[in-house]
């Protein structure tokens, strides 16, 4: 069984894939950005991203699938992202981490295509072609689950896996892996630390929206698996404004629940919150999910001490500083997916054999380890991690709960 494989950036770390012992030399030393490397530039469109290297040999006669000249050794990996349309700005953001760890983890012979899907089922199957033809043997994205099942047949067509970025479960299956954040997976964490501190009742108060229903149905699961049950649940309207009514008739079974789930974020979260100690409801523990993870929710005082799910937010931060100083902002959440998703693609594309990219090399029962913890693909092709439990202070979330280091540690 292969070792855990650390893909976080740290120097010298040897990892172990079906016995071959891999040294990834990168460059994450603690040291300034502007020492080790220079700021990260865009890719060229229609082009692809590639590790510094010597300058190239002597051309090849050997093309890909469009008759254009290839390095018959290169290893060619598939980024689809909105770069324009619904979604671009994250999508931009998602590009850049994935060129950070490109420079940091990328082989010289790895190639990066990043392809823009517009946003749109349509978009992504089109851009997935193109990146295909051009020989990619594994496909990175797309964000948008339409977009992921639009992508499923062209990548099958090319007996080609795909890592998607959605948070969509049901996507998953045949050659597509979701990679994204689970809700599930956060409420299941949350629950269970919830159930060694004596919880064992809980509300749901959620929006009536796709998201919120997924949490309702993991909710019911995770309280049943810990011996506990849910006793109360209030759906509200995402567009309304005034949330007294359902937390008011919340409020009125206040005997029946020890806990409440609360899975919104935004300025919508920050307006439920105050209604939960308005309406007497301040020794209730409020939980969330990971829609909480980066926000700055501290500033609600109703919200201070709730718990929610999340990678440790410890092993982004040298991360987050990297990208600030390249790029003059914050990086979104969803960043590190990107970087996690392309330095896993270039560790896992050394593997010896014609191994590379293969279902049993992507569901590897080790796992591994990135900027958002501990990860694998399960059976049913949905990612698990190891998260850690945090409690929202007034300067932010601080860890209560660590995440595990291994699976082996977590029982999967």
Known sequence: MARLANISGTVGRRLQHGGLLLV???LLAACSVAERRPAVQPAPAGGAVTAPGPAAGPATSVTDRLGRPVNPESVRVALLLPLSGNGSDVGEAMLRAAEMAVFDIGAENFELLPRDTRGT???????ARTALDEGAELVLGPLFAGSVRAVRPVAASANVNVLAFTTDSTAAGGNIFVMGFIPADQVARVVAFGSRRGLTRYALLAPASPYGEVVANALR???????????????????RRDFSEPV?????????????MLPDSGLRLL????????????????MGT????GADIGSERALV???FAAPDPALRRRFTIEYRANFGEEPPRLATLAYDAVALAAVVSRMPGGTAFSRGALTDPSGFAGLDGIFRFGPDNVV???????EVTRSGAEVIDPAPQSFAEVGF
């Open 24 to 26: 990834l030399a990168v």
């Open 121 to 127: 089922p349509d978009g992504a199957a089109a851009a």
């Open 221 to 239: 699961a995770a309280a049943a698996q810990q011996g506990g049950r849910v006793t109360q649940s209030q759906i509200y309207e995402p567009d």
């Open 248 to 260: 008011e008739v919340l409020a009125g079974t206040a005997d029946s629940f020890d806990a409440i």
């Open 271 to 286: 307006t439920v919150a105050p209604f939960l100690p308005y309406h007497g409801l301040r020794d209730k523990q409020i």
């Open 290 to 293: 990971g829609l909480w993870d």
């Open 305 to 307: 001490g709730a718990w």
């Open 384 to 390: 698990e991690r190891g998260l850690a439990v945090l």
